[in-house]
């Protein structure tokens, strides 16, 4: 919430309803420039430029997923485990696709990283994986507006 929020001492019921309004707008912002993004790939893109577009979003998918999957690689998964995980992510990736929207996709890898915690990993795992950086380990620092850090915001099921 916002610093001069902060300095009012609002109430437990006062928080949870100035949380639930501006949670109500970032979805709505989320949509507006979704609605523009898309408008603007529609209408101003030429047929070249939407390709290279398409091209440039599979690569930063296949990168980030790089990423995401080093994550649960680096906890030493079994051949047993890394079979389940690739299984997992195929359905994931097929979810992904028929997803509509950017919220709709963070539900799917909320969904998936709740899986594959609760259906792969084993405790000593799943405890490893808590520790580490990103929205599913432990807070690490978090450039937040004007460069202020923040604290990481508990990721799925914490």
Do not use: C
């Amino acid at each position: 919430m916002h610093d001069a929020f902060k300095s009012l001492n609002l109430t437990e019921d006062q928080q949870a309803k100035a949380k639930e309004i501006l949670e109500q707008a970032g979805k709505e912002a989320r949509a507006i420039m979704e609605a523009a993004r898309k408008k603007i790939t529609e209408e101003v893109l030429t047929d070249q430029q939407r390709k290279q577009l398409e091209q440039l979003k599979k690569e930063s998918q296949a990168k980030w997923e790089e990423a995401f999957l080093g994550r649960f690689k680096k906890l030493g998964l079994t051949a047993e485990q890394q079979k389940k995980l690739d299984q997992i992510m195929a359905e994931a990736r097929t979810k992904a696709e028929k997803a509509q929207g950017p919220e709709a996709k963070r539900q799917v890898l909320r969904e998936v990283v709740e899986e594959i915690r609760e259906k792969v990993l084993t405790e000593s795992q799943r405890e490893q994986f808590k520790k580490g950086p990103g929205p599913w380990g432990t807070a690490r620092p978090v450039a937040g507006p004007r460069g202020r850090t923040r604290p990481a915001r508990a990721g799925a099921g914490d």
